[in-house]
Structures are given as structure tokens and as C-alpha cells.
């Protein structure tokens, strides 16, 4: 998943902290072996599933989909591997409502017996089935109810064309289980089959081989023969396209979006070879990327084969393709090696943030890559004083412990740039040549397996740093709070410049004003909006001070128009500055982006502005909100109205 968050994660932290969920699973240990299939014995305080007796090899599924009553009726069918005398074998269910249980291959099913157990915050009810020595396949039945927080159904009004509904999954990172009956551990790898049947007039697509035209019968078959951790099954539906891009990767899109989405994502080819010069092939054959209706709550989800991706990437300059570049690097870290278990998250978003700006430096340039890469520091160092102000100097260890938290808690700026700086200081260290062999024999050594950050530490001392002789301070990057001292600091003039062209508007300069001619040169024209990059001018909204004039902000407006401008990251800087400022004028913009996208990383922060703002702006946005929130997924819902503090 791409970085959703500023500030804003940290203050929902603690009313997610859930004191009684007394787990009887400890942490990793990290002592076991990886393997093939993953780290099965890893104990996860996520997930019910007893993996270390017995595990899900593949799952067939059987999935009907149906919009009149907004649900699907599935069958699971497990394939399974004892690895130890058992009994019984436990699944995670959150949400579906299970109809039967059989053992045995299709066609020769026997009923078995089976028990829910008691709810658990955030994690659900294990599901435990009868089976004995020989079970080799488990079948179960159900259907989904209105608790599948993975899945988001819209009505035909929420998309772009207007007339087909549309249905999408979000799996990460324990949801999965709320749509399909799974051992929801990331630590066991599954490969996958399904046949799903959608309307006809509907294309269906999943984590899988996808076909690239509507089916006459509304029925498509789906193959990942690539072993995956279940948050990476998914699904979507609706009324669908497909553009090519290059040999093995495109776009698919409705088709009011799909052009958009094709001229956005051209470079798309490009990025998959500068990824592969650097850390080896591809190994997931083809890459596509989707791009969802506007309710998507993140930039983008790294499906295997199917990047989902939210259209306020098609910000009309192709200014946000860094989300691309960063779900492409997924299919390195995170897909190919994942984390075993949510405590060591850093490990799949760490890398990938680092992977990101490698690939971003391979197609624009050093000088990008070291704004992309500070304008994330940044944003570290927000959330890093918040943590440490609100007594949680634990959460800013790149080793988590969530044990009786949602794991959600961990979608931190810790561990996608604490992670990515940690891996940036040792590069500076061991040097960019030697970091980039390690770093392939890293991807190679454990594809598709699972790692926990123990396992990593040991890998690193003995790939990395014994062999080069080099000291690092390995544990206190992994292990303590904050930020270490030898962390590498990233300078860029540009972003120096722009830095300073803010500080002269904000001393009350008229930075508008056109230039002198110097004698022998040309004019030098007036300041314009197109003289820097988004990113350049998302630096300067940052370094204004955090409260203005509400006339020189519409200074600002009438020189530069940035109210009215598509690109999304801007946007939402300007509208948060204008609001903390009682600058009213973009009121019906701000209202605009709250109604039409439901990208957590946008809405979240302005509402939490006009929370802190409170008064007049709070009961404007309120009312905003109940209109809006219809409009929102599940996941981004939870967490508006906690901010709000607001009860439907
Ligand atoms: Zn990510």
C-alpha cells in the first residue's frame, strides 16, 4: 500500500488500542526457519489459524456475485498439508456467515462438524473444523454479510460512467478473512484458483490471470499460480477496459477513465525494466494496474499482477506516478518477500519506499528523487514529535508489537520511511554497489517466502555487514525509538530554493512581482505556477507559516490558482493551510474533493483541520461529511468518524 498518512494516524492510535484483548500468542521469536511455504510456525497475534499443525496450500474458490442484495456467495475449497498431528483445523472468519463445512474432493463432500469461537476486536472468530489424519480438502460455505469491511459496494452514482455498479476488495491487511474463510496469517503462502460469476454486462478481474475482454456469460476463471500471502487475494468488478502499454503490463479502467489512465501511467513499461536493472526479473509474469472509483481509501494496493489504484493518480501532469513506481516495487518487497507477521510491516514498506525512490531516480533523475525523498522526511519528522509527545516512543520502533491492536496501527511513516531511511544510511555506508548486490541476493534468497525482522537482522550481519567489516548500529535502527544519530541527511537545492521563495512571501515580499532586466540578459518573467514542480510547491505551502492572512493567501490564489488545481497533494496543503488561516474562499473546492474522493490521505487531514478549528468550520464540514460519508469505504469511514467524533 502506498503512504496514506500525515499526523493523522497517531491520534486514532490510542482509540484503537484494545487494553483487554488478553492474545495467548505471544511475538515472533524468530528462531524459526524460513522455508518454501513460508514461515507457518511464526506465532501471529492476528490470526487464529493453527498453520503450524496444519496449512492451506491453495484455495479454490467459487465465488457469485450478486449487487441486488450487495452480497457474495462463496465456496472455499482448501487444499491442505498436515504438519503435525491434529484434529482440527482453525481459519479466521470476520464476518461471513457460514452455511456448511465438507471434507473431500467436489463431488464426493461429507459434512463435517465445526465451531465459532468468541469475537476478538479487530481480529474476528476462529473457525474450527473437524477433520482427521487423512482430510486433504476442506470445503466451506457461506455467504458474506453486511460486516465485510473488505468490500466496497457502490451504487452506479459513484462511478464515472454512471450506469453499472461496481464492487472492489481491500484485503490488507486483516480483512481478507472478512470476505473469504482464510488462515489470515501473512506468514502462510497459498496459491489460488476461482471461477466467479458476475452480471453479465460486468467484467470481472482479480490478483490473478485476467482476460482482457468481458466475458458473453458474465463467467471468468482466475489463476495465481504464484504462491501469495492471502491479504493479496482480490477482487473488482464493474464495467471495465483494457489499454495496453507495453508487452506485459496495461491499464484497465471504466471506460469514461480509461485514455486518462493510459496517458497517465505511459512510462509504465519504463518502470518495470529500471526495476528490473536493478533488483532481477519480474516474476509475476504480467502487470496491470486498475484504476478504481473515486471511494478507494488509498493511493494505491499492491495486488499481485493488479495494482488497484485510485483515479486521484490521473492528476492530469503525471505528477503522482510515484504510487506507481512504489506498487511496482511490491512486487519485490512486500509480494515476492513478505512480512511474516504485522510487527514486521517495515519490512514490506521500508524496502518499498526505498525501491520507490530508486526507481523514481532511474527515470527522472537525482534531483527528483531527493525531493520526493525529503518531502517524505518531512513528514517522518512530524509524525516522529507527535509519537514522542503523546508517550507512544514505542510505535517508532521499526519493530512493532500490535498485539491486541488493529494492525492498521502500523500503517505508520515509521515503518515506510523510517524503514527507507534506515536502508538510504546503509547504503551511504557499505556504498551503492555492494548495498544493490545485497540487496538482489536479498530478493532472490527468499522469494516467496516470508521474513521476519530477526531474520532479516541475521541475514544482513551475515551477507552485509561482516563479510564488508563495516560497524552499524543495526539494533538501535531496529530496536529503539526515534531517529539515530548517523541517520543520512538528504540536501537538495531546489528544495532549498523554493524554501526560501516561501519565507519571502511569508516577511511580506511581493515575490510576483517581474524581475528587472539585468543588463545583456533577457527579461526574467514573473513568477508562475509552472516555473516549479507540484512537489517543489507542496514544499512551499509546508514552509508558509502554519497560519496566514487570509488576504495573502488569496493573493496566492488569484497568482497561482492552487484551489483549483488537479493534482490532489497540493490541493489538500493548500486547504488545510486555508483552513488552519480562516481563509474561506476554497470552500467549495474543499467541498468538491470530501464529496468525489474517499483517499484517506486527503480527506483525513482536512477533516481533522476543521475538528481542530472547531466552531462555524467544524459544523460546516460536519454537515459536509453526513452527505459525503455515504460515499466512502468502510476503512475510511471507521476512520473519519472517529476524528469527528461523529455517530450516524
Ligand atoms: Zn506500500
Known sequence: MNKFSFITVITTISLFFFASCDSTKGSTDGDNQADVTGNVSIEDAHSFSNTNQIRTTHIDLELDVNFDNKTIYGVARHTMEHLKDTDTAIFDINGPEIQKVTLGKKGHEKETDFIIGTKKEFIGQPLSIKIDKNTQYINIYYKTTEDAGALDWLDPSLTAGKKHPYLYTQGQAILTRTWIPVQGTPANRITYSADVTVPKDLMALMSASNPKKRSEDGKYHFEM??????????????????????????????????????WEFVDLNKMITAAESLYGPYKWDQYDVIVLPYSFPFGGMENPRLTFASPTLLAGDRSAVSVIAHELAHSWSGNLVTNATWDDFWLNEGFTVYFENRIME????????????????????????????????????????????????????????????????????????????????????????????????????????????????????????GLPKNCISITSPRFEKIQDLADQFAAGKDIFKQPKKKKGKKREPAL???????????????????????????????????????????????????????????????????MKTGRRKFIWPIYEEFYAAKGEDLQWALAVYKEARKNYHPVAVGSMDETLHYKP
Open 362 to 481: 532511474e527515470l527522472y533523475g537525482k534531483e527528483t528523487a531527493d525531493m520526493l525523498a525529503l518531502i517524505e522526511f518531512q513528514e517522518l519528522e512530524v509524525e516522529l514529535d507527535e509519537f514522542m509527545k503523546n508517550g507512544q516512543e514505542e510505535d517508532t520502533h521499526l519493530k512493532l508489537s500490535l498485539n491486541g491492536r488493529n494492525p492498521d496501527d502500523g500503517m505508520t511513516d515509521i515503518a515506510y520511511v523510517k524503514g527507507a531511511f534506515f536502508l538510504k544510511t546503509l547504503e551511504r555506508d557499505f556504498g551503492r554497489r555492494r548495498f544493490d548486490k545485497f540487496l538482489k541476493g536479498y530478493f532472490e534468497d527468499h522469494q516467496f517466502q516470508t521474513l521476519t525482522t530477526e531474520q532479516f537482522k541475521k541475514y544482513l550481519i551475515e551477507k552485509l555487514i561482516k563479510p564488508n567489516n563495516i560497524k552499524f548500529n543495526v539494533d538501535a535502527w531496529l530496536y529503539e525509538p
Open 225 to 262: 499460480r504464484q504462491p501469495i500471502p492471502v491479504y493479496l487475494i482480490a477482487l473488482a468488478v464493474g464495467n471495465l477496459e483494457y489499454r495496453s502499454l507495453g508487452k506485459n503490463c496495461g491499464v484497465y479502467s471504466e471506460p469514461e477513465m480509461v485514455g486518462k489512465a493510459a
Open 528 to 594: 508562475a505556477r509552472d516555473q516549479y514542480t507540484p512537489q517543489e510547491w507542496q514544499v512551499f505551502i509546508r514552509q508558509l507559516p502554519k497560519k496566514m492572512d487570509p488576504a495573502r493567501l488569496a493573493l496566492i490564489d488569484e497568482k497561482l490558482d492552487f484551489k483549483n488545481w488537479g493534482n490532489a497533494e497540493v490541493a489538500t496543503e493548500w486547504f488545510c493551510l486555508s483552513i488552519r488561516s480562516g481563509y474561506k474562499d476554497p470552500r467549495p473546492q474543499i467541498k468538491k474533493m470530501l
